[in-house]
């Protein structure tokens, strides 16, 4: 038996530990998932939808400690982690309300009867969770998958396995009556190639862009399986005028939140290379010098805690040093912080000012500053990417957010608010590298769920008078 464990990265304390799923445990949960998905598939959405509702309640009566045990696996402060769950929570009736409204049933009148739009569930989705947000973000996908008629098969990331734990007792609870519905697997990369190459009708998949890029081509030659891609971004913010000291906040918030670590985070700063520019980009490093950096469970709460691990510490600094020997100037180092694991750094700032940089996402706090002469110049480096989820505008002009909106491709586009904003109540993703055009939150109905088109008449009158004088006698 193979044992995978996850460790709090602020101590290095155990979390969490338990039994890795080898093939055959995966392959028998795909096999329970396929009968399950022959009764759960033909109940009305009403009782799915029930089932949905105790899920919500179970959530409710676990959120502290769901709260406490995201913060101990991710090393996010409890205020973050509260809000995540209250994400998770708020997710259930805003997917209620996508399956009604996107993946409902309707009715039109026609002169021979009706014409009839329905929705119908794929069958077995393998969920793949990330670590970064190791509850909302596969919450997302199983949810609507749920609702829709679908089975769920979750694996979470290996770095987070006790909040995936947490979630299926929630779905135990909320689906008592439906054995097999709901099933959570855990274990690494091994248990996800296993998952990924069963009999599965979707795959819905939060993670890298690399990751992405795999799945797209294991399943080329399997056009009867569903992908639904969320991958990441080297997201761009536009920073041209107005407050200094607002805007810098917009861009600390964009590039520093979450220790760097969500897939909308800013990673490039476009400023125009004046005085307003210099003087943000001053305001920003100040500002990022006084961000409390702590453990997730300190007093005072701090705003940003540590990396998932040591080790993407490790890899992020070797992304940095590698800018700066392409000729990038510091602004900020990447350094740990003394007295703390090595998964603590701080918020890093580098001048790339005409310098090549890789289109790559840095998954850490680090800010990626350019100096342009104009706004074409800044939609020309806003837009110089292969990824494409989300981008900023920090200005007052309504002009050059008219032209930003039309010019820029992203799936998230937010004009003096952090380019990590985004509501529930939405479509969420990305084109490009970012995903593959299924954006999920509030449009993720669409993909749990393929449109059945018909036309209906209660007998058959009507038809054989269509042949009228065109047939012989």
């Not at 038996?1 to 039994?19: A, I, Q």
């Not at 890899?315 to 603590?344: C, H, M, Q, W, Y």
């Not at 608010?417 to 449009?443: K, Q, V, W």
Request: aromatic share 8%.
């Amino acid at each position: 038996m193979t044992t995978l464990k996850s460790f709090d990265p602020v101590d290095g304390t155990l979390v969490w530990e338990g039994e890795v799923a080898d093939s055959e445990v995966v392959s028998a949960a795909l096999l329970r998932a396929r009968k399950a998905f022959a009764h759960w598939g033909s109940f009305p959405v009403e009782t799915r939808t029930k089932a949905a509702e105790r899920y919500r309640s179970a959530l409710e009566a676990r959120k502290d400690a769901l709260a406490e045990t995201i913060a101990r696996e991710t090393g996010k402060p409890l205020w973050e982690t509260r809000t995540e769950v209250a994400s998770m929570i708020g997710k259930v009736g805003i997917s209620i309300a996508a399956q009604a409204e996107r993946a409902g049933e309707k009715r039109t009148d026609m002169p021979f009867g009706q014409a009839v739009l329905r929705h119908r569930p794929h069958g077995v989705m393998a969920v793949l969770g990330p670590f970064n947000f190791p509850g909302h973000l596969p919450n997302g996908h199983i949810v609507p998958a749920l609702l829709a008629g679908n089975t769920v098969v979750f694996k979470p990331s290996e770095m987070t396995p006790a909040t995936g734990a947490l979630m299926a007792e929630c779905w135990a609870e909320a689906l008592a009556d439906h054995p097999h519905v709901f099933q959570c697997i855990q274990g690494g990369r091994e248990t996800g190639e296993v998952l990924v190459a069963g009999a599965i009708d979707g795959l819905l998949f939060t993670g890298s862009a690399g990751a992405g890029a795999h799945f797209r081509r294991v399943f080329a030659d399997r056009p009867d399986v569903i992908l639904a891609l969320e991958l990441g971004g080297n997201n761009p913010l536009v920073a041209w005028d107005g407050d200094v000291d607002e805007a810098a906040s917009v861009v600390v918030q964009s590039a520093f939140i979450t220790t760097g670590q969500r897939c909308s985070c800013a990673r490039r700063l476009i400023v125009p290379d004046n005085e307003f520019g210099s003087a943000l980009v001053e305001a920003v490093a100040a500002l990022a010098d006084r961000i409390v950096i702590g453990a997730w469970n300190e007093t005072p709460e701090p705003w940003i805690g540590p990396l998932i691990s040591d080790a993407a510490a490790a890899a992020a600094k070797a992304r940095f040093d590698g800018l700066v020997t392409r000729g990038a100037k510091v602004i900020r180092p990447f350094n740990g912080v003394e007295g703390r694991s090595a998964a603590f750094v701080t918020p890093a700032m580098l001048d790339v000012t005409g310098v090549f940089v890789p289109d790559e996402e840095i998954f850490a706090p680090v800010l990626q500053v350019s100096r342009v002469p104009d706004f074409d110049a800044a939609m020309e480096a806003a837009n110089n990417t292969r990824f494409g989820l989300s981008a900023g505008l920090i200005s007052a002009d309504d002009a050059l957010w008219e032209r930003f909106l039309a010019e820029c491709r992203a799936g998230v586009v937010n004009r003096n608010r952090p380019t990590t904003g985004a509501a529930g109540s939405m479509p969420f993703g990305g084109l490009g590298e970012s995903g593959n055009h299924r954006p999920s939150a509030y449009y993720a109905a669409d993909y749990c769920a393929y449109p059945v088109a018909s036309f209906e008449a209660t007998d058959a009158s009507g038809n054989a008078g269509a042949l009228n004088g065109k047939l012989r006698p």
